[in-house]
Structure formats: C-alpha cells, structure tokens
C-alpha cells in the first residue's frame, strides 16, 4: 500500500469514528431522563385496643415526607377475633395469644427486608382506662402479655401504651381532617400542598366506654387537659379535645341499669364509671366547625339508614317508630340483622341521639352539618391514622435516590456503535504499526 493511499484510508477511518461518536451522544444524551426510581415506602403497625375489640391497621407512607410528616395510607385492617384486651383480665396470656393471626398477617404484607424497622405500637383505649382505675396491677398483667406476644415477632416494638381520652380524640381530629384533605392537598401542580381555602372539620367519636369532642377553637384553651397542640406538614395546630370516659356506649346502658338497680335496691356496685360518672355534666363550647362523626355514631345511626343527610324531624320520628316496633315487627324491617343488633337498635340510636343533642348540645339548625362517616378513601376513621401520621414526624426521612436512565433499546445501540468504534480504532493502530515497521512512515 503506498501511504498516499493508507493516508486517504485513514482520513476515511477517522470520519467515520467521528460520526459514530456524534451517533453515540445522540443516542445517549437524547433519550436520557431522570429515572423514576420505585418508592421506596416505610411501614408501621397500630393495635387499636378498644374496650370491645382490638384491630391491626397496616400503614405505609413514601419514605420522603413532605415538611416532616409522612403521606400515610392504610395498607390493610386485621380485625382480632374475640373480645378487648381488657376482657382478660382474668387470663392475661389470652390477650397476647388473640394478638398472633393479625401479627402473621402483618407479616406476608410488609417485606421481610424492612421488618425490623418497622415501628409497632399498640394503643388502648377507655376499656383499659377502666380496667387500670379498678385493679391497675390487673391491667399491666395484660400490657405485659400482649407486649411479650408482639415482642416475639421480628418488628420495631415501641410498647404499648393507654392513650389519653384527649389524645385519642384528637388522633380522631387529625384522621378526619387528613382523609378530607383538609390538611394537605395534592395540588394540580402534581405537589402536596397546604390547602389555602378549606375550613378544618371538627370530630365527634363515640367509642365503647367513652366519647370525644374535638375541633380547633377561635381562641387558645386555657385548661392544659383539654389542649392539643401539632406541627403536621409544617403547619401549627392547637385543639380543644375532651374525652367523657363513661359515655361510650356499652357503658352508658350499664350506668342506666346500674342507676336502675341501685334505686330499687341498696346494693353497692363498686365500678369507676358509676355513681359519680353519672352525673358529669356534660357542657361543650360552641362548635367552631362542622364535624364529622364517626365510629358508634355511625354504626347506630347507619343501622337505621339514618346517615344520609335527615332532618332531625326525620330521625326523631324514625327512632321514635323504631323503640315503640314489636320484636316481630323489627325482624321483619330488618331481616338480615343479628339478634343484638335488633335488641340495641332502639337503645343504641336514642343514645346516640341523646348524647349529640343533649350532651353536644346540636339542634335542628346545626344537625344537618354533621356528616357521618365510618370510612374515607377505603379507610377506617378512628385514632390510628392520626396516631402514625403524628409519629413519622419523629422516624428520618430518607431523599429519592435521583438516577438518570436510558430506554434500552438506545442503550443496546449505543453499546453496538461503541463496539464497532472500537474495532475500527484498533485496524487503525494496526494498520498504522504495520505501515510504520515497515516503511518508517511520518504522522498523519
Ligand atoms: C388485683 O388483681 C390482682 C391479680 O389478679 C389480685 O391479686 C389483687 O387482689 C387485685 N386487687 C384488687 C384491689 O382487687
Ligand atoms: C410546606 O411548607 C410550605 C411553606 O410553609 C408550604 O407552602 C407548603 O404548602 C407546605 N407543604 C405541605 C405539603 O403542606
Ligand atoms: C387535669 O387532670 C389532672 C389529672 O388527670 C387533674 O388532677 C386536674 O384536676 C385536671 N385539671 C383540670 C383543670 O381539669
Ligand atoms: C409552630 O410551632 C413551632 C414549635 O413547634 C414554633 O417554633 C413555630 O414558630 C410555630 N409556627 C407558627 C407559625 O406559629
Ligand atoms: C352543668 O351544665 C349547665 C348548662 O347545661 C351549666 O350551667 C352548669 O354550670 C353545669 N354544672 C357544672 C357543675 O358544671
Ligand atoms: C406528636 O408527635 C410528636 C413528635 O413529633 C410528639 O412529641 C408529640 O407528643 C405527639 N403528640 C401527641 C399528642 O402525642
């Protein structure tokens, strides 16, 4: 070959190698985007342990939060068969042992990776507030049962505690509110944001053993039991949250059987919710915002179709039929329902009634602004939510991990084209050696 003719190959080699390189950056830089990396989301587990039963609810959030506080979703609810904690009080052991289906649960739906990390607390309720004012050695016997239980699965156990009745109601205030999008909003801007324009709703909860009024006062609360204070999504909330241990509803019907029993006998009953809490006097400010009211509220008054927006005309009358209906009467309106449904039915509803009218003081003019819910979005309304999303404020925060990707067939192209650049490189250097050896020929 005379370099002449090596020469003029060269320059032919070399304009190729150029243009697959231009080839090569169009390829990659062109298509390139920031990759969506999956979510990475954290867990964490919350036993609601009621006075009448206890529930597992499963909650995740994506581990970057939004001013501190995490976007929780309900994953699953595990529903505990058998009784409250507080029914075994004379068999400890049971209380941990009933624990264990929904704990396996738990299991199979948050992944064996992050078991250890995920945070596991168990809250009581009224039952136990009750249990520990009769025998408090009795209820730590059930707290250490139920802990032992939860101990010996593979999560981040952070104990297990009795809520206060203004902690409970205004872990009630925050689900509501959270579930409404009052507190943060998914804006058409594709970010989370604090809701300009939309009121707080207050939270009406009737439990088994208590009930809880909770909303957000014009003024501050002067009495330290009563007042709430948060920081979610970065924004300051100071609530008014009072509990009436003794008004839920399964307590309510005992204290009227009590007082019914006491005034025809002499008989003592040594019991925390009567005599004295018979005569609480139940008097709440002025309401400042609509609420929502749920839980027993919401069963008693759903059972009779009562939580579609009536008049409270109408629900008067109807509870009115229902509690002067026969037994025979009542199975036939409500075919399907269970014996104890039918028996409560009048008690039940007519205690709900009473409590919001003469306890909460609500009357034919602001009934129509409660709204009745049990769930929002597929979730339970109760403390739960409320109770994890106030507690990832406390658990780190991780940022997205920020990958730039390529679609693969791009990236399959690019790969070839640097192949071949390199195989046309090294013919390059070859055929220059070669030409070098043997005919000392000068650079390019
Ligand atoms: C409380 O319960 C414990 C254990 O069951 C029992 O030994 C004790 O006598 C009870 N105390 C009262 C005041 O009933
Ligand atoms: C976070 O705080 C900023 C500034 O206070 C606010 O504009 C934004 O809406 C907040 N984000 C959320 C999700 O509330
Ligand atoms: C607050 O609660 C404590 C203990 O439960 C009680 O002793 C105190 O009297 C309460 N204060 C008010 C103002 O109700
Ligand atoms: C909110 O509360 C925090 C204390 O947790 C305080 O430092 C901050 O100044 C408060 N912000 C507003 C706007 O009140
Ligand atoms: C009971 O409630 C009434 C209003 O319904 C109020 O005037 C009275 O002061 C209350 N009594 C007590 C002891 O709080
Ligand atoms: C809410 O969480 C904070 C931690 O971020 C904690 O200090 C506070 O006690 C919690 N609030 C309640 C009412 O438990």
Not at 59 to 80: F, H, L, M
Not at 336 to 351: E, K, P
Not at 359 to 383: C, E, L, M, R
Request: charged share 15%; hydrophobic share 40%; with cysteine.
């Amino acid at each position: 070959m005379s370099p002449r003719l090596l020469r003029a190959v060269s320059r032919g080699w070399l304009a190729v190698l150029g243009l697959l390189t231009v080839a090569v950056f169009v390829l990659v830089l062109i298509p390139a985007k920031d990759a969506v990396v999956p979510t990475r989301f954290k867990y964490g587990l919350v036993f609601d342990a009621g006075s009448t039963h206890t529930s597992l609810y499963i909650y995740r959030w994506p581990a970057d939060k939004e001013n501190g506080t995490g976007i929780v979703s309900q994953v699953e609810a595990c529903s505990v068969s058998g009784p409250g904690i507080s029914s075994y009080a004379d068999n400890p052991a049971g209380a941990g042992a009933s624990l264990k289906p929904c704990l396996d649960r738990a299991m199979k739906i948050v992944p064996a990776e992050q078991q250890r990390e995920t945070p596991t607390y168990l809250g009581a309720t009224a039952g136990m507030r009750l249990l520990r004012m009769e025998n408090s050695t009795k209820a730590e016997q059930v707290f250490a049962e139920v802990s032992k239980a939860i101990g010996e699965y593979p999560v981040d156990f952070r104990g297990a505690r009795i809520l206060t009745g203004s902690e409970e109601g205004s872990f009630g205030w925050i689900t509501v509110n959270y579930l409404l999008e009052t507190l943060v909003k998914f804006s058409f801007a594709e970010r989370w944001e604090h809701p300009q324009d939309t009121e707080v709703l207050g939270a009406l909860d009737l439990g088994g053993a208590s009930t809880q009024i909770t909303f957000q006062p014009g003024v501050p609360v002067e009495d330290r039991n009563t007042s709430v204070f948060f920081r979610l999504y970065g924004t300051n909330y100071s609530l008014y949250s009072h509990s009436y241990l003794c008004y839920g509803q399964s307590q309510a019907l005992k204290m009227l059987l009590a007082a019914l029993h006491q005034a025809s006998s002499s008989a003592q009953i040594s019991h925390p919710c009567y005599p004295q809490g018979y005569q609480e006097n139940i008097t709440v400010a002025e309401l400042y915002d609509s609420p929502c009211a749920f839980s027993g509220f919401y069963h008693t008054l759903h059972f009779l179709n009562l939580t579609g927006g009536q008049s409270l005309s109408s629900v008067n009358a109807t509870i009115a039929q229902i509690c002067s209906s026969s037994w025979e009467q009542l199975q036939l309106l409500f075919p399907t329902a269970s014996r104890t449904q039918l028996r409560d039915a009048c008690t039940a509803s007519s205690y709900s009634l009473t409590l919001l009218l003469q306890g909460y003081k609500f009357s034919h003019t602001t009934w129509p602004s409660i709204h009745f819910v049990q769930q929002v979005a597929n979730t339970d309304v109760g403390w739960t939510l409320g109770y994890m999303l106030n507690l990832t404020n406390m658990i780190p925060s991780e940022p997205p991990a920020a990958v730039t990707g390529l679609p693969s067939c791009s990236w399959i192209a690019a790969t070839v084209l640097l192949a071949i650049m390199l195989i046309l490189t090294f013919c390059l250097l070859a055929a220059t050696c070669c030409q070098r050896n043997s005919s000392g020929y000068e650079h390019l």
